[in-house]
Nanobody, 123 residues
Framework: QVQLVESGGGLVQAGGSLKLACVAS????????IAWFRQAAGKEREFVAA????????YYADSVKGRFTVDRDNVKNTVYLQMASLKPEDTAVYSC????????????????WGQGTQVTVSS
């Protein structure tokens, strides 16, 4: 079992930045791919970004490429999502998810989920 806890959400003005964190409770954190998904009110959950278990695998949705950066600290069992140049359309509940080894872009491929953290971007 892997438990995931997100933090760092909040209210920010358009153009601002936020950094989300996802802490995992597992002794083999480095074996897991960690992804960020988001779900806006009334919309489907969508993939945002992910890191493979290997250190060089980073993946981004086109809508956030160049603005968001994902990073992981295997010592702290934490994956970060640095969000910059935020837009009102980035408003959503952001959740992290885990699966072994390689990332996947669809939420049904992930076995473990955090509870989510709200990000609200005002115009």
């Amino acid at each position: 079992q892997v438990q995931l806890v997100e933090s760092g959400g909040g209210l920010v003005q358009a153009g601002g930045s936020l950094k989300l964190a996802c802490v995992a409770s597992t002794r083999i954190f480095s074996n897991y791919a960690i992804a960020w998904f988001r779900q806006a009110a009334g919309k489907e959950r969508e993939f945002v970004a992910a890191m493979d278990w290997a250190p060089n695998g980073e993946y981004y949705a086109d809508s956030v490429k160049g603005r968001f950066t994902v990073d992981r600290d295997n010592v702290k069992n934490t994956v970060y999502l640095q969000m910059a140049s935020l837009k009102p359309e980035d408003t959503a509940v952001y959740s992290c998810a885990a699966r072994l080894f390689r990332y996947a872009a669809t939420s049904d491929q992930y076995n473990y989920w955090g509870q989510g953290t709200q990000v609200t971007v005002s115009s």
